[in-house]
């Protein structure tokens, strides 16, 4: 009995990028990840520490790796989590359209995580407003969004991960602008360097009837 | 293909498509130095599609002695181990008396010495190396290493040690036993050393769990708990309508955050065990009574507050109490024990994480190794194995199992540490064999969620802490979570109430 690997499939791929979800408890970050890997919106449980999941994708002619970190949205566990800011090219800060104060916490809190544990100067970020599904309890504007991503320099679109609508553009508005950055490019390779060098055989495959005397 | 004939001796049948490769009759183990108290039973290699397996089943009615009953007989049988989780085989031919064979698992733990007594080791390791890959370990010619490709000499100074299978849970007939004619349980560590064996059936988790949470004392009787009851259900309905009743601008000075971690509250409970009957449906009343039951303690212990994974680990306990004051109690009493792991600076889950740094080092130092040159050594990978007790890793009944389990402290209270090393233990092969990275480590171990074998684990837990004894207890710092509540502080409270 074993979890259920993560290898298999076809594993080449140009570029290989590391993704980051962020923003308050309840914003939808597993929610807006599942309704992008898997098309399936149900009723998650809260993030208990942190999980990933992986995306091939075909941007612009290039075959892409995503690996898509999902964090737990409670303030207090940020000095735990911080290390997973490592190297990340891209990070989707998300608020709930319908919850004021998600919004002022991205100021408040979580673009100053990202100041202080980011390491990649250039790292792409993308403000997302979640669940705009329920537009009759809309308590952020769409006008107070465009004015703070305009503030911390980052692209900004609304979305619903509940009817999928504007999921898919999300992740390649930033994907797109990931691509435009020469520098953040860079590291893809060396990554991919890396598969390589750890899939060269480790040992023999396993065969029946061997010696042993 | 073959059959085999379970008419006398063996109570199990091969399932179909399965072949008997080898048996072998009189295979004896020796629980004891007492030659009565020997168990000698049947010896298979079952042969099943590319797999092969060994079974070990004792005789039954070997009458030969009062003292080894059916069930002590049962503890040490082998049902089906497959090879994959076999180590190595060591073979002993003394040249008095008869050969016999330690079968060491992929764990590091080992089944007792099986006695040939009608000889057929050779025959045994013949059969085995026609189906599974073996090779001789070059230290010991007497050893065969199975399924190792990465260390085939790593059979190292392995102390003989296994967890005993685990027991039938606790009935309503074996209870009553523990109890005297006023409800006290008359011998804590009988009782708690019954339960880490086999848990308790769910009807009378009501009664076990608020025991050993400590919310009542081991010692009180059925009119002192009833006492107990009634004025802890007051106390909870004052503190729950000091919140409700709105705070005041001096609590407010206290406790500032206390609207935004009831918000968090609301926003948790509707996500908490949804699937569940007990939880499922619109507007059900059991989400409200989760609701409030975290919003009083909140407001009852405001320097700690409200943190994700409470509601995980409060959803069992009111499923089992069904009553929200009970409920609210026995989560207090939880909560003094695992309250830590929910501290601002995570210094309780870090302390955690250190001991089982620790521990993996002492228990399974190639993997230690590995994590180390990997940068795994901060073990982030199980943080939520231990922040809210394997909570999302174990369907409910088999969660409820393991919890009463560690909550019994019987061996150690850190348990729940050595549950870890037992998992990763059994996991060693295909994380070093994979050569996983940190982040490829996570996400194994995050999907090992479900498919995790509760009572291996716990055998091998045993093992692992007997095995490591001393020096365990050595590895794990003092002040580690969970420590043990205050004794004596329940007892003292209704000794205050029943003198009135």
């Known amino acids: 009995m074993t979890g259920s690997s993560s290898k298999g499939g076809n594993n080449s791929y140009d570029y290989s990028f590391k993704i980051l979800l962020i923003g308050d408890s309840g914003v939808g970050k597993s929610s807006i990840l599942l309704s992008f890997i898997s098309n399936s919106v149900h009723d998650l449980s809260p993030t208990v520490g942190v999980d990933f999941k992986i995306k091939m994708v075909n941007v612009g002619g290039k075959r892409l790796k995503l690996t898509i970190w999902d964090t737990a949205g409670q303030e207090r566990f940020g000095t735990l989590m911080s290390s997973y800011y490592?190297?990340?090219?891209?990070?989707?800060?998300?608020?709930?359209?319908?919850?004021?104060?998600?919004?002022?916490?991205?100021?408040?809190?979580?673009?100053?995580?990202?100041?202080?544990?980011?390491?990649?100067?250039?790292?792409?970020?993308?403000?997302?407003?979640?669940?705009?599904?329920?537009?009759?309890?809309?308590?952020?504007?769409?006008?107070?969004?465009?004015?703070?991503?305009?503030?911390?320099?980052?692209?900004?679109?609304?979305?619903?991960?509940?009817?999928?609508?504007?999921?898919?553009?999300?992740?390649?508005?930033?994907?797109?602008?990931?691509?435009?950055?020469?520098?953040?490019?860079?590291?893809?390779?060396?990554?991919?360097?890396?598969?390589?060098?750890?899939?060269?055989?480790?040992?023999?495959?396993?065969?029946?009837?061997?010696?042993?005397? | 293909m073959m059959r085999s004939d379970s008419s006398k001796h063996s109570s199990s049948s091969e399932p179909e498509g399965a072949e008997v490769v080898y048996l072998k009759d009189n295979v004896t183990i020796h629980p004891t130095q007492f030659a009565s108290e020997r168990i000698s039973g049947r010896l298979k290699l079952i042969k099943q599609g590319a797999s092969l397996f060994m079974t070990w089943i004792p005789y039954k009615g070997q009458a030969t002695n009062a003292r080894l009953s059916e069930k002590d007989r049962s503890l040490y049988t082998i049902r089906a181990v497959p090879f994959t989780d076999v180590r190595s085989i060591r073979r002993h031919t003394p040249t008095l008396g008869w050969q016999y064979i330690i079968v060491?698992?992929?764990?590091?733990?080992?089944?007792?010495?099986?006695?040939?007594?009608?000889?057929?080791?050779?025959?045994?390791?013949?059969?085995?190396k026609q189906h599974v890959f073996i090779v001789r370990s070059l230290e010991d010619a007497n050893v065969f290493v199975v399924n190792d490709f990465q260390n085939p000499v790593q059979f190292d100074k392995l102390t003989l040690?296994?967890?005993?299978?685990?027991?039938?849970?606790?009935?309503?007939?074996?209870?009553?036993?523990?109890?005297?004619?006023?409800?006290?349980?008359?011998?804590?560590?009988?009782?708690?050393?019954?339960?880490?064996?086999?848990?308790?059936?769910?009807?009378?988790?009501?009664?076990?769990?608020?025991?050993?949470?400590?919310?009542?004392?081991?010692?009180?009787?059925?009119?002192?708990?009833?006492?107990?009851?009634?004025?802890?259900?007051?106390?909870?309905?004052?503190?729950?309508?000091?919140?409700?009743?709105?705070?005041?601008?001096?609590?407010?000075?206290?406790?500032?955050?206390?609207?935004?971690?009831?918000?968090?509250?609301?926003?948790?409970?509707?996500?908490t065990d949804r699937s569940l009957s007990f939880y499922d449906g619109d507007d059900n009343p059991n989400?409200?009574?989760?609701?409030?039951?975290?919003?009083?303690?909140?407001?009852?212990?405001?320097?700690?507050?409200?943190?994700?994974?409470?509601?995980?680990l409060?959803?069992?306990?009111?499923?089992?109490?069904?009553?929200?004051?009970?409920?609210?109690?026995?989560?207090?009493?939880?909560?003094?024990?695992?309250?830590?792991?929910?501290?601002?600076?995570?210094?309780?889950?870090?302390?955690?994480?250190?001991?089982?740094?620790?521990?993996?080092?002492l228990l399974d130092s190639p993997l230690h190794n590995y994590f180390k040159q990997n940068d795994c050594l901060n073990y982030f990978f199980c943080f939520r194995w231990i922040l809210i007790q394997f909570k999302r890793e174990f369907e409910y009944e088999k969660l409820m199992r393991l919890w009463e389990v560690l909550w019994t402290h019987y061996l150690s209270e850190h348990m729940h540490l050595y549950a870890c090393v037992a998992i990763l233990k059994?996991?060693?092969?295909?994380?070093?064999?994979?050569?996983?990275?940190?982040?490829?480590?996570?996400?194994?171990?995050?999907?090992?969620?479900?498919?995790?074998?509760?009572?291996a684990v716990l055998r091998d837990a045993e093992a692992l802490c007997i095995f490591a004894g001393e020096n365990g207890a050595a590895s794990i710092p003092p002040g580690t979570p969970p420590s043990l509540p205050v004794e004596n502080e329940n007892s003292l409270l209704y000794s205050q109430v029943s003198t009135r």
């Open chain 2, 104 to 128: 060491v698992l992929s764990s590091g733990l080992a089944f007792p010495p099986f006695y040939f007594y009608n000889g057929g080791v050779k025959e045994f390791l013949a059969t085995m």
């Open chain 2, 161 to 271: 040690v296994w967890g005993k299978a685990r027991q039938p849970p606790l009935g309503s007939e074996e209870w009553a036993t523990f109890l005297d004619s006023e409800g006290r349980v008359m011998d804590s560590k009988a009782l708690r050393k019954r339960i880490f064996y086999g848990g308790v059936e769910h009807v009378f988790r009501r009664e076990v769990w608020a025991l050993l949470l400590g919310y009542h004392a081991y010692d009180s009787t059925y009119a002192e708990r009833e006492c107990l009851r009634y004025h802890k259900k007051l106390e909870y309905e004052t503190i729950k309508r000091k919140w409700q009743q709105g705070i005041s601008p001096e609590q407010a000075k206290i406790f500032p955050n206390f609207r935004e971690m009831k918000g968090l509250i609301d926003k948790d409970v509707v996500r």
């Open chain 2, 314 to 361: 409060l959803s069992p306990i009111l499923f089992v109490m069904e009553d929200e004051s009970e409920s609210f109690w026995c989560f207090v009493a939880l909560m003094k024990r695992l309250g830590p792991n929910f501290n601002r600076d995570q210094s309780g889950m870090r302390s955690q994480l250190f001991a089982l740094s620790k521990l993996v080092e």
């Open chain 1, 86 to 213: 490592r190297g990340a090219h891209g990070i989707i800060l998300v608020y709930d359209v319908t919850r004021r104060e998600t919004f002022t916490n991205l100021s408040d809190i979580w673009a100053k995580e990202v100041e202080l544990y980011s390491t990649n100067q250039d790292c792409i970020k993308v403000l997302i407003g979640n669940k705009v599904d329920k537009d009759s309890e809309r308590a952020v504007s769409r006008e107070e969004g465009m004015a703070l991503a305009e503030e911390h320099k980052c692209s900004f679109l609304e979305c619903s991960a509940k009817t999928r609508e504007n999921v898919l553009q999300c992740f390649k508005e930033l994907i797109v602008k990931i691509l435009e950055v020469p520098s953040l490019l860079e590291k893809g390779p060396v990554i991919i360097k890396q598969q390589i060098l750890k899939q060269k055989p480790g040992y023999q495959a396993p065969h029946n009837g061997g010696c042993c005397s």
């Open chain 2, 287 to 312: 989400l409200n009574v989760l609701c409030d039951i975290l919003s009083t303690y909140c407001f009852y212990n405001f320097d700690l507050g409200y943190c994700q994974g409470m509601s995980d």
């Open chain 2, 426 to 455: 059994r996991y060693h092969n295909e994380i070093m064999g994979e050569q996983m990275d940190f982040d490829t480590l996570l996400k194994f171990i995050n999907e090992l969620s479900g498919h995790i074998d509760l009572d």
